[in-house]
Structure formats: structure tokens, C-alpha cells
């Protein structure tokens, strides 16, 4: 695994191996969460799903199905406070195509062309794409929000960080899509071009030096300059002012609890090995406090994980329970969490904690996607470390410093999700 | 007795072994990859709700969701339980019961030997106390709502009571709050004892193992066990419909449906009905379907829209599913395209790109352990070896997927169930 720069403002990441049975290869483009959140959201499945070659979707599907049905899809994330839009091919290796056809290149080609190459008339986007890309946002948008789960944690998420660019949602929100158009888009999509940092990924069985030229051509001659390029930061706020509850009332037959924490952060990386086994032991795993406790011991829920999100500095706590039993949970979950900031845990635990993350860093590179995956949420960092980097930092981390970062540890929100009587 | 299967385009082997103690093993040897994936599966599932082992006199009808709640107790032991063993050492452990199978596995980088231990340990010593049985109610009684207010959920399971009067395959995995109160016990050993016979299960190791390792783990941990013939049965079904149309209100801002063609369960070559039929749905409803197309720019579907051959034992049907906001307009069309290609045919172009894409996909299928591992146990319980559906490509007709086309969307059997 390695990653260079390759033009202003773009990288490379490259993992050649013969392991998989097909590539994955993507293009992914960085953004301040800003007001064109809305539109690059939209832009980005624009992109995936028509191009200049191909105006319909009918012609676009059936070109990626004759490549042995490669897939060429549009995903956004939010890490830190970037929105990150990704163009992702998957895609046959050239060893298992039938006929010997040079599939690969062929699925770059497409995915180089969806971005460089779309379908615009002189007035920009055409409206019927752009009208049906707005109808199919905002379907997801709503449906991601119908799943009570991702409701809750949104929820929370948009209330402890309503001054912060983080409480946008990734994919921007209804009133501002329904109001984009295709010259609109146009400006959004030269702005992507010429501001946005870029790093393509690709994994599986190829030329590295043939790849590199190829990325290298068609970027440089975008004629992109250094200083045009957009400096993305994330805001990290170390500590809670104070502790604030917001319930919501639902027809729903289980409430949900999301308890939003500060982790002590005060810039990407601070403190993140000892962090990183501190919410481990309090929450993630089936050996953690929460699962433990408050799950097997007190039977009060199926799911209780807490999970720390580095590029943010904040940690989430998520369960599902009884309206009538929220507090009692939120109770056992804050107790346990002052079980671990006064060291109430064993060695064991400790070393459990330490196995199960070593496990999932050294597992990554056992999945094309996963590998893709780990690239693209590095994206934003100067430098690029592999799996193997970040497992290695993790076996020096003491109990003392496991202590010691659980009290920089401060709540900031709680979110019910209670259930209405019927 | 051990077999090595090769499959020469892809240059991958795996070896079948019956082993001493009656079980079924898979072991497929990656050296380049890190990790390691284990799966030990019953051919036991939701379905299985009323039995006998041979010999017995009378059947015994267990609650609905014994299968997943006895699933969930086996973790448990009366020193440590499963989850604290692998703890011990860094594997992320898990299991899930569906329809008709349930399946216990690991996934790790290090230690691969330690944990192929505790995985054929702990299923194979079961340990129920009434105290352990009343605890889990209340987890799984969490578990058994949160999947309540999931609205996918929720579309599939009014499907499954609007196609089938009797089959069981209409109860919710998990039960109910009522039934998994009627658990206890010795229901449960019951349960164990006449499915969890080594001849009824099978366990596939896919990753950075050595086969000889793995059968003398299994000869260190198995004991031999004579084979358990048990009856069960299975209620008589009619192929019609319970209701051609079923509504709920979940208060979602996307409506979401999903559209059920009942089938006549196949017995015979499963492997060649399963493709026939995938290739069936793929022609008419895939995204490179004339079909989908249009739908997505009449604004009747959106991403979420798929289909799938949901079929296991004693039941089968087409599943067409997906979020609208006019799911009847989205069946009406539907119904409309399989009249047409009934009449017409499925051209060669169309039929040339299905077969192709889905060769292209089901390639991909053998990149991770997991699919790997999952894939021989579910291809074993179906009856067929894990290279036999793409051997099969270069012999599958065009006039077989149109046969399918003909037969299988049987109009009477045909449900629409809406979550609005």
C-alpha cells in the first residue's frame, strides 16, 4: 500500500496485488461541508449514473454489464468536517474475462470519463437528469431517516453539534436540493475540478507504472493549480460545557437512546491510541462494559456500543430500549463509563481490547473493498499509514493511560427517542 | 473420506471430508490471504416447528423463534461462555438463525487453530438453565421490537403472511414476545438434540489454515455421533395467495413494498433452477432491464429496488422489492413486462448480457472468506458443490429462462404488501 501525489491537489493510492478476482478503483473528491453539501451530494450520483457517452441510464447500465457486470457507484461520507463524494468502479480482473478482454482498462476509462466527461449542454446539467437525481436524494434522505436507528444518532448528532459544520447531514438537506438546477450544478462541478482535493484509490491486479501515467495524464491536464486548492478543516471542541437532554416522542414499539460524548481531542490523532482501547473497553466488542453489563447482566436491551470517532473527537453511544427503562440505561451506561475513569477494569480486559482491534486493523487487507475503504477514510490526512501502522501504535498503551483519557472524557448530549402511547 | 475439487478458470480448490465423528467439513486453503473464517451451520431453522426423531410417537411442536432463541443460548456455558473464550483471543465471533439454517462463525487474523477450538466446543455443549432462559426473554424481547419498528422488515414478513396460509415460513425469525415466553428448558434440548447431530451440520474453514490441522482439531473435539433421523411436518399448501394486497401503517416518509410470485419448492437440480431463475429476474428486473429503466425515470422506484430467489426448504418465490410512492402503478408494469416476454420471448442480446453480468458477479463471490466459508455450507444444505453454478454457464439455455418466466410468476400466488 502506498500513496503519492500525483497532480496539484491529487493522490494515488495504489495496492497491486493478485489476491482478489476483481479491482476496485475509486475517485474520491473532498469538500468543506458548506452550502453546496446539497448539490455536491446530488452531482455525485448524477456522475455515477449518465455521461456524455452514455445519456441514458439504460446505455450506461448495459455498458457496465458487458464488462461482466462491473458496478460504478456514487457513496458520500462525512469524516471530520469534509463531505468526501466517491466515484467507486468494481471490476473484473482481467484473468476470469471469458474472451481475454482487457475489462480494466475499460472500467477506468468509465470511471474517468464520469467524472471528466459528463452529459452538459452549454446551458450545463440537463434538467431531466438533474430532476430525477433530485427526486431519487430525496427518497434516500427520507428513507435513511424511516430507519429509527440512523434517525436517532442523526438526531443527536444535529443537536450536539448544531454550531459546528459536523451537525450537517452528509447528504445536505430537502429545501436546498429542490431548488438546484443544471447551471447551478455546472458551477458545483468546476468547482470540484479545480478546488477539491482528489485521491483515486485503486486495488487489485495491475500495472502500478502504467496506472500512474494514466492518472497522472488526464490530471495534470486539468491544468489544476496548488494554490486554487481547498484547505479542509475539522473543529475539534475537547470538552462538554454541559450535559443536555432532548427527547423526542415516536409511534415507535422500542425507544432509542444516543448519548453523544466529547472525547478530550483537541486535533486529528490526539490521543487516539489510548482512546481508541478506552472506548473499546467501555463499549465496542462483546467482551466491553456495555455488552456485558448492560446488555447480558441487566438484560435491558439487544444492542448497547459505543464507538469513537477520531476525525471528530467525539465518541456515540447507541442502544435500543424501553421507554419506560431509557434512564435506568443511561444510568448503567454513564456508571460504566465512571467505572472505567476510576479503573475498574482488569488486565484482561485491557489485553482483550488491545487482541480484538489488533484482529480488525490486520483483517482489512483481507477485502478489496476494505482496502478501498481504509484509503478513503485517510484521505484527508497528510500522511498515509496502513492498518499495520495503526495496530502497532495500539500495544504500548498503558492502563494509566487508558484512566487518564477516559476523564478527558465529558458528556455533551443525550437523545431519546421515546415511544408514544398507542 | 476426503475429495479435492478444483475449478481450473479460477485456479481454486477446496477439499470435502467426511469426517469420523459423521460431520461434513470444507476446508479451502487461501495462503495468501491473513485471515481465517469459520462457519458451523445446522440445517435447522424458523421453519422447523413441528418434528419428531424417528421412532417417537408423536410429534412436538415447539414455539415460534425456538430456533433463533436457542441460537442465542448456546453462547452460553456453565464456566465461560463462547464470547469471553474468544475474547481471550481477539476474534470477533457471531451467529444468525434464518428460514431454515442456523449459523455459528469467526472471523480472525492470529490464532486461527485456538478459535476453530472453541467454535466446534461450544456448539457441541449445550447448556440451558429455566434462570439462563428467563434472562435472554428480555434481550430478545428488545431484539424481537427493535425489528418491529424496522419497516423492511416489517414489508417482508406481511409478504410472507399474504403468500402462505399454513407454511411457517410466514412466522417472524425471532417469535414473539408471547411465544418465546413458552421456552424453556427442555424444549430447548429438545430442539438441540434432534438437529445439532453432526449429520445434520457441516463446517467450512476458507483462509490461511492447513486441512490437516483442521481435521485433527476436528478429531480432537468431536466425538462420534450416529446419525439422528427425525420427520417433520410440513403443512400442505395451496398455490394461491393468502391476499393479493396488504397494507400497514409505520408512519414512514418513503413507502416501501415488496411483491411475492409463490413457487412450487424444487427438489430436483436446485443448482440449475437457481440460476435459470436468477437469470429469469435478472433479464426482466435487473438494472440493465428495459423495465427498470423505465420505472426509474417514471419516478415508480429508486435505488432501492431489487429482486431475489427466496427459496429454502418447503417454500419458494420470486421477491420483487423496493420503496414508491405508487406500489401498485410498480406491480401493475411488472405484470405487464412478464406478460410481454411470455408472449415474446427474451431476445438474444438481452439474454447475452444477463448471463454475462451475472457470471461477472457471481466471480466476485469468491474474493472473501466469509463468502467463501458461507457459500460451501449454503451450497452443501442445498444440495449442490460450491463450483457447480459456474460450471453451469456455458451450458444454460435461453429456452429455460423463458420456461421460468412462463411458469413462475403464477398470477394467483401473487402478493403486493405496502408499508405506508
Redesign the interface.
Known amino acids: 500500500m502506498e500513496r503519492k501525489n500525483i497532480a496539484p491537489g491529487v493522490r494515488l493510492f495504489t495496492h497491486s496485488t ?5 479491482a476496485v478503483v475509486s475517485l474520491n473528491i473532498t469538500a468543506p461541508l458548506d452550502g453546496d453539501t446539497s448539490a455536491r451530494a446530488l452531482l455525485i450520483h448524477l456522475l455515477a449514473r449518465t455521461g456524455k457517452d452514455y445519456p ?3 446505455d450506461m ?2 455498458k ?7 458496478g460504478l457507484s456514487a457513496s458520500v461520507k462525512k469524516i471530520g468536517e469534509a463531505q468526501v463524494l466517491s466515484l467507486v468502479l ?1 471490476c ?1 480482473d482481467d484473468r ?1 474475462a ?1 474472451k481475454g478482454e482487457k475489462v480494466l482498462n475499460e472500467g477506468i476509462a468509465l470511471l474517468l470519463d464520469a467524472f471528466l466527461k459528463p452529459d452538459i449542454t452549454p446551458k450545463g446539467f440537463k434538467e431531466e437528469n438533474v430532476a ?1 437525481e433530485k ?2 436524494l430525496i ?2 434522505i ?2 435513511e ?5 440512523v434517525y436517532a444518532l442523526t438526531r443527536m448528532t444535529e443537536e450536539m453539534c448544531r454550531d459546528e459544520f459536523y451537525g450537517t447531514d452528509r447528504l445536505g438537506n430537502r429545501e436546498a436540493i429542490s431548488t438546484l438546477d443544471g447551471k447551478e450544478l455546472f458551477r458545483v462541478w468546476k468547482d470540484m475540478l479545480f478546488t477539491c482535493p482528489i485521491q483515486i484509490n485503486i486495488t487489485g491486479n495491475f500495472d502500478k507504472a502504467e496506472a500512474e501515467k494514466l492518472f497522472t495524464d488526464r490530471f495534470t491536464a486539468l491544468g489544476r493549480k496548488t494554490e486554487d486548492i481547498a484547505e479542509i478543516r475539522t473543529e475539534f471542541i475537547s470538552e462538554a460545557y454541559e450535559s443536555r437532554t432532548v427527547t423526542e416522542k ?5 425507544g432509542k437512546l444516543v448519548i453523544g460524548m466529547r472525547a478530550g481531542m483537541t486535533y486529528e490523532g490526539d490521543n487516539f491510541p489510548a482512546l481508541k482501547i478506552m472506548t473499546a473497553i467501555f463499549g465496542s ?3 466491553s462494559k456495555l ?1 456485558m453489563n448492560v ?2 447482566k441487566m ?5 448497547c456500543s459505543a464507538r469513537l470517532i477520531d476525525s471528530k473527537g467525539i465518541i456515540t453511544v447507541e442502544s ?3 421507554t419506560e427503562n431509557a434512564y435506568k440505561a443511561l444510568d448503567a451506561i454513564r456508571n460504566e463509563l465512571d467505572a472505567v475513569r476510576k479503573g475498574d477494569f482488569s488486565d ?1 480486559i485491557i489485553n ?1 481490547a ?3 482491534i ?3 486493523y ?2 482489512f ?4 473493498i476494505y482496502i478501498d475503504m481504509w484509503a478513503t477514510m485517510q484521505c484527508n490526512k497528510a500522511d498515509f499509514r496502513s492498518p499495520e501502522d495503526y495496530a502497532a501504535q495500539m500495544k504500548d498503551v498503558s492502563r494509566e493511560e487508558i484512566i487518564v483519557a477516559a476523564n478527558m472524557v465529558t458528556e455533551d448530549t443525550v437523545f431519546i427517542l421515546e415511544s408514544e402511547a398507542e | 473420506m476426503e475429495k479435492l475439487i478444483k475449478n481450473e ?2 485456479g481454486e480448490e477446496y477439499y470435502e471430508i467426511d469426517h469420523a465423528s459423521g460431520l461434513k467439513i470444507f476446508v479451502m486453503e487461501k495462503p ?4 481465517t473464517f469459520a462457519m458451523f451451520g445446522t440445517k435447522y431453522g424458523s421453519v422447523d416447528t413441528c418434528f419428531r426423531i424417528k421412532g417417537e410417537e408423536s410429534y412436538t411442536s415447539v414455539p415460534e423463534g425456538i430456533a433463533h432463541f436457542l441460537e442465542h443460548k448456546l453462547f452460553e456455558s456453565e464456566e465461560l461462555d463462547a ?2 473464550r ?8 457471531n451467529a444468525f438463525t434464518s428460514f431454515d439454517r442456523t449459523c455459528y462463525l469467526f ?4 490464532n486461527w487453530q485456538e478459535n476453530l477450538e472453541i467454535l466446534l466446543d461450544f456448539v457441541k455443549a449445550p447448556y440451558f438453565t429455566e434462570e439462563t432462559v428467563l ?2 426473554q ?3 424481547g ?2 424481537i ?2 425489528y ?4 423492511d422488515w416489517q414489508v417482508l414478513f406481511n409478504l410472507l403472511r399474504g403468500l402462505y396460509h399454513n407454511n411457517p415460513v410466514r412466522i417472524d425469525i425471532a417469535g414473539t414476545v408471547e411465544s418465546i415466553a413458552e421456552i424453556n428448558a427442555e424444549l430447548l434440548y429438545s430442539c438441540y438434540r434432534t438437529f445439532y447431530n453432526n449429520s445434520n451440520m457441516a463446517l467450512a474453514v476458507a ?1 490461511n489454515v492447513k486441512k490437516d490441522e483442521v481435521i485433527a482439531i476436528a478429531d480432537k473435539v468431536l466425538k462420534k455421533e450416529e446419525p439422528v433421523y427425525y420427520e417433520q411436518i410440513i403443512p400442505e399448501e395451496s398455490d394461491s395467495a393468502v391476499t393479493d394486497y396488504t397494507e400497514e401503517d ?5 413507502p416501501k413494498f415488496a411483491i411475492g410470485y409463490k413457487c412450487i419448492p424444487v427438489e430436483k437440480d436446485t443448482v440449475r433452477d437457481n440460476l435459470i431463475t436468477n437469470l429469469a429476474l435478472d433479464v426482466l428486473l ?3 432491464s ?1 423495465l ?2 423505465r420505472l ?2 417514471e ?1 415508480l422506484i ?3 429496488f431489487g429482486k431475489e430467489y427466496f427459496n429454502g426448504r418447503g417454500f419458494s418465490c420470486l421477491l420483487i422489492s423496493g ?1 414508491s410512492n405508487n406500489p401498485e402503478k410498480v406491480r401493475n408494469e411488472i405484470a405487464a413486462e412478464i406478460k410481454r416476454l411470455q408472449s415474446e420471448g427474451i431476445s438474444d442480446e438481452d439474454f447475452e ?2 448471463l ?6 457471481d ?2 463471490l ?4 466469509d463468502s467463501l466459508a458461507n457459500n460451501l455450507v449454503d451450497s452443501y444444505f442445498n444440495g449442490f458443490g460450491l463450483f457447480d453454478t459456474l460450471d453451469l454457464y456455458k451450458s444454460v439455455a435461453k429456452a429455460e429462462v423463458e420456461a421460468v418466466i412462463r411458469e413462475k410468476f403464477n398470477e394467483k400466488g401473487c402478493c403486493l404488501s405496502v408499508i405506508k
Open positions: 493478485a489476491q482478489f478476482k476483481n441514458t441510464v439504460y447500465n448495459r457496465l454489464a458487458s464488462l461482466y457486470g462491473a468494481t473484473l476470469f471469458l430525477r427526486r431519487l427518497e434516500k427520507d428513507s431517516r424511516d430507519d429509527k436507528r415516536q409511534k415507535v414499539k422500542q466488542g462483546t467482551f455488552f446488555r447480558e438484560s435491558l436491551c439487544y444492542y435500543g430500549v424501553e484482561e482483550q488491545k487482541l480484538s489488533n484482529d480488525s490486520k483483517s487487507s483481507d477485502s478489496v | 478458470l479460477l495468501d490471504y491473513s485471515g464470547f469471553e474468544f475474547a481471550k483471543t481477539g476474534a470477533s465471533a472471523q480472525c487474523a492470529d434472562k435472554e428480555g434481550i430478545i428488545q431484539e421490537r427493535m418491529q419498528d424496522d419497516p483462509g409505520m408512519g414512514v416518509d418513503m435487473s438494472k440493465v428495459p427498470y429503466c426509474l425515470d419516478g429508486n435505488g432501492s420503496e448480457i444477463s454475462k453480468r451475472m457470471y461477472g458477479r466471480v466476485f469468491f474474493n472473501d472468506t
